[in-house]
């Protein structure tokens, strides 16, 4: 069975970096684009950064660019989002999410890349002092 799942959220201070995993198994990563989605808290899950089935090819939210860096390492079944200067904002639990070949942009921006096949359960990030 095809599973996903998140870690290294936690609590962190305005400022401060964090780096989520995405553990992928039961799929041949190099085949799948892989999406980190965001809920706020009372807010739709947004696409926040999305990479390509080779990673050669990335998309970055406005809010997240220059912050947040994506990658994937195909051969470790993993994917990645290197958080940088994080804000109270970014307060949420970060989901990834994979989609076999999907153009990063379009998965990212478009409503049917919260219809990506596969979704980890999600893990909380807070950003607080």
């Known amino acids: 069975q095809v599973q996903l799942v998140e870690s290294g959220g936690g609590l962190v201070q305005p400022g401060g970096s964090l780096k989520l995993s995405c553990a992928t198994s039961?799929?041949?990563?190099?085949?799948?684009?892989i999406g980190w989605f965001r809920q706020l808290p009372g807010k739709e899950r947004e696409g926040i950064s999305c990479?390509?089935?080779?990673?050669?090819?990335?998309y970055y939210h406005d809010t997240v660019k220059g912050r947040f860096t994506i990658s994937k390492d195909n051969a470790k079944h993993s994917a990645f989002l290197e958080m940088n200067n994080l804000k109270p904002e970014d307060t949420a639990v970060y989901y990834c999410?994979?989609?076999?070949?999907?153009?990063?942009?379009?998965?990212?921006?478009?409503?049917?890349?919260?219809?990506?096949?596969?979704w980890g359960p999600g893990a909380q990030v807070t950003v607080s002092s």
């Open positions: 990479v390509s089935a080779r990673g050669d090819y990335t």
């Open positions: 999410a994979a989609a076999p070949l999907w153009a990063p942009q379009a998965m990212c921006t478009s409503r049917r890349g919260l219809e990506s096949p596969y």
């Open positions: 039961g799929l041949s990563l190099e085949h799948y684009s």
